[in-house]
């Protein structure tokens, strides 16, 4: 999946918190200009949507591989306790910040490419 459709999922999971006006306001300013500093944007707005718990597990993602990882393996990772951990994980996936891979029975959960960018930009 490319990164329009995922800056589309993003600008979505955001009307969850905000209102829709003002996702669209705000990605609308014209300092934007280039389309990398639209997903910047995009991309900073729903890192500050989601809870801390979910910020400190998408925050070790960069950690486990392009390939992704399993439950315990990021629980391992982030640090979080389990309740914490399953709800973070819940509210990202909810939010398109992280994707589901593998099978249901070996399930693994990665980062797209922009949002590793993202995330190793912020560092």
């Known amino acids: 999946m490319g990164g329009n459709p995922l800056a589309l ?4 999971g955001m009307t969850a918190r905000f209102p ?3 996702v669209l306001s705000d990605l609308g300013r014209p300092q934007l200009g280039q389309v990398e500093a639209m997903y910047v944007r995009i991309f900073a707005a729903a890192w500050e949507a989601v809870s801390q718990s979910a910020r400190v597990l998408l925050g070790g993602m960069p ?7 399993n439950a315990a393996h990021l629980l391992a990772v982030s640090g979080l306790g389990e309740a914490e951990f399953w709800a973070a994980l819940n509210e990202l996936l909810g939010r398109s910040l992280l994707e589901m891979r593998g099978t249901a029975s070996e399930r693994r959960y990665g980062l797209h ?4 960018s993202f995330l190793l930009s912020q560092r």
Not at 9 to 12: Q, R, W, Y
Not at 113 to 116: E, G, I, P, Q
């Open 20 to 22: 829709l006006p003002q």
């Open 113 to 116: 490419a922009l949002t590793r």
């Open 63 to 69: 950690l486990v591989g392009e390939h992704g990882g």
């Open 9 to 12: 999922k993003l600008v979505v």
